[in-house]
């Protein structure tokens, strides 16, 4: 066997040192780039997320708050941006567009794009409203057969419960909470599938808290996760364990219950403005 010359060997370690050069580079770049999150969600879903009243362009409430608590030693910030309707959020994640939700449920379907930060960082009743004197009994997921349903475009309730829905239901997808509800009042749908705080929130938003109420049985009670595209740069930085040990370091504390109180007295605050301007 021949010994390579002293310029192979030279020429060998000028390709090492470029490889581990251009290694750095891209690291460094992906640290870089996570100085800043792109998150989005759901704006229909306070006092969780909703779209800033004072800031139409933006987003807030809880979830928005406790992330800023978690990356707040970190120096990152967090830019909660609206980019339309839950299922836009959606697509854009999917798309890479943005480096996080704000709030999903877990589907096997959501994990092929997503990666979730565990556990939960908190949970969310799902419930059935109805009109008001328009009711019918309802105990278990068979009771909605035969009726007509309204929820969110591409929302998810679970996947148990997803695919009952898928199965045997006639759940339909609408652009926001604000038409399901109108649908439901003027008779067009018999009942609205959505989570609980939110939907009361909205309902008083709209002034028809008095004309729709909810079952006191739930469709079921989901963990909410923080999702992270699978292409995120942030994901270089393992931001899931950072937040992962933060949102275990908050489990009974009353950190959660006061941002709960905070961003429901925001909410019911902006809920009277109008949204001037355009998605």
């Excluded at 854009?92 to 994990?111: P, Y």
Aim: aromatic share 10%; glycine share 4%; proline share 5%.
């Amino acid at each position: 066997m021949l010994c390579p010359s002293p310029q192979q060997i030279l020429q060998h370690r000028l390709v090492c040192l470029i490889v581990v050069l251009t290694l750095i580079s891209i690291s460094s770049q992906a640290a870089a780039n996570c100085s800043r999150i792109k998150i989005s969600g759901n704006p229909e879903y306070p006092p969780l997320l909703w779209r800033d009243r004072t800031n139409p362009k933006q987003l807030t409430g809880v979830s928005i708050a406790l992330l800023k608590r978690a990356v707040e030693s970190l120096d990152i910030t967090v830019d909660a941006i609206y980019v339309g309707p839950w299922s836009r959020a959606q697509a854009k994640i999917k798309a890479n567009e943005l480096d996080m939700l704000a709030g999903a449920f877990l589907t096997v379907e959501r994990t092929t794009y997503m990666e979730y930060v565990k556990p939960a960082y908190t949970q969310v009743a799902n419930v059935v409203f109805v009109a008001n004197g328009k009711g019918f009994k309802f105990k278990r997921w068979s009771d909605l057969k035969n009726k007509r349903g309204a929820t969110l475009i591409n929302n998810s309730f679970g996947q148990k419960f997803d695919q009952y829905a898928q199965d045997h239901l006639a759940l339909y997808g609408v652009r926001s909470l604000e038409i399901a509800f109108k649908l439901l009042l003027a008779k067009r749908a018999d009942y609205v599938v959505y989570e609980l705080y939110p939907g009361l929130a909205y309902a008083k938003a709209m002034g028809v808290n008095q004309e729709i109420r909810h079952f006191t049985n739930y469709i079921n009670s989901e963990p909410l996760y923080y999702t992270f595209a699978l292409k995120s740069p942030c994901l270089e930085k393992n931001l899931t364990k950072h937040l992962s040990d933060f949102i275990h370091s908050q489990k009974n504390t009353r950190l959660e219950k006061e941002l709960l109180e905070e961003y429901l007295q925001l909410w019911q605050n902006q809920a009277h403005l109008a949204l001037d301007a355009p998605p």
